[in-house]
């Protein structure tokens, strides 16, 4: 493992996209060398433009780098760039980064097998999930709930607080994706509820924009009414950054923790009716507040339309 040699420390990163191009932005701006991977052109394309510096394969991410972050569309993809040929763990003896923070939304079960996996080539993992949009990181706000090893997450500390507003310490791996899971399972009801509500609202012949500001105004408020309340009652569902196949997976995973912890998960098993509904209409590709949709297309289904 490379010791620290009082020089700016380079920051490896496999996955380039807008999370990941996001983060790589402001660690430029800080100073330090950034090297990533991706398998994306388009992706590779803008992180070279942004003053990164490519690498073909993860293993080389490694080999060059005093940390690096994973920032991947799910854990499953996270397991698979550290195994194997030219993977995050194929680095020569004594090349390999002080600790690797994987920023993916990830299944707890799969962290904790990373861990182990790290943990056998001495190298510390992080789940260091991210509590934000990639917009909000760009503007250095968000919050980063961290699991692992405690010591690892002190040394990394000062970084962390460079690259978003707030951290915590979640506990020992895993935690981080488990309270990021939850984190992500309750705003996917929040927007559920706040599209039944909405629509309860303007049926009931109260104006859109004060049916809005009367909601985000009372003790109803909440994150995901003031974030999608607007594109819910105006029906702009494109251009987007969180998806309804990002809102889709978050739900898969807070039902699989469910089911494996015996919790009980009524609201989410509803839930889940309605992003179904959604995705089988082709919403899938839309932003999440789609969901709002869904009530109008059985309005019109339950009135012959």
């Not at 330090?32 to 994306?40: A, F, H, L, W």
């Not at 569309?73 to 397991?79: A, E, F, G, R, T």
């Not at 310490?169 to 399972?185: D, E, F, Q, R």
């Not at 929040?190 to 500001?213: H, T, V, Y």
Request: with cysteine; aromatic share 6%; hydrophobic share 35%.
């Amino acid at each position: 493992m490379k010791k620290s040699t009082g020089r700016k420390e380079v920051i490896g990163l496999v996955g380039l996209g807008l999370m990941g191009r996001a983060f790589t932005r402001n660690w430029i701006e800080d100073g330090y060398r950034v090297i990533g991977t991706d398998p994306d052109p388009s992706a590779r394309r803008k992180f070279r433009k942004l003053g990164g510096i490519l690498a073909k394969y993860p293993r080389e991410v490694a080999e060059q780098s005093d940390w690096v972050f994973l920032s991947l569309p799910n854990s499953k993809i996270s397991l698979q760039v550290s195994r194997g040929k030219d993977s995050l763990l194929a680095f020569e003896k004594g090349k390999g980064p002080q600790i690797v923070l994987d920023t993916t939304t990830s299944d707890p079960k799969d962290s904790r097998k990373a861990f182990e996996l790290f943990q056998k080539k001495g190298v510390e993992f992080l789940d260091a999930c991210v509590s934000g949009t990639s917009g909000m990181v760009a503007e250095r706000r968000g919050l980063f709930i961290v699991g692992g090893n405690e010591m690892a997450y002190r040394q990394v500390t000062p970084l962390l607080k460079q690259m978003l507003s707030d951290h915590l310490y979640a506990g020992p791996s895993g935690s981080g994706a488990t309270l990021k899971v939850i984190i992500n399972y309750l705003t996917t009801l929040e927007r559920c509820m706040n599209a039944e509500a909405l629509r309860l609202g303007l049926r009931s012949g109260i104006q859109p924009e004060m049916l809005l500001d009367a909601l985000q105004r009372s003790s109803a408020r909440n994150s995901q009414l003031e974030n999608r309340g607007h594109r819910m009652i105006h029906r702009k569902f494109a251009g987007t950054t969180g998806t309804l196949a990002i809102t889709r997976k978050d739900l898969a995973l807070g039902l699989k923790l469910g089911s494996r912890s015996g919790a009980l998960t009524p609201f989410g098993t509803m839930s889940k009716k309605v992003v179904e509904e959604a995705v089988a209409s082709g919403y899938i590709n839309k932003d999440a507040s789609v969901v709002y949709q869904v009530f109008i297309d059985r309005e019109k289904i339950k009135s012959g339309a």
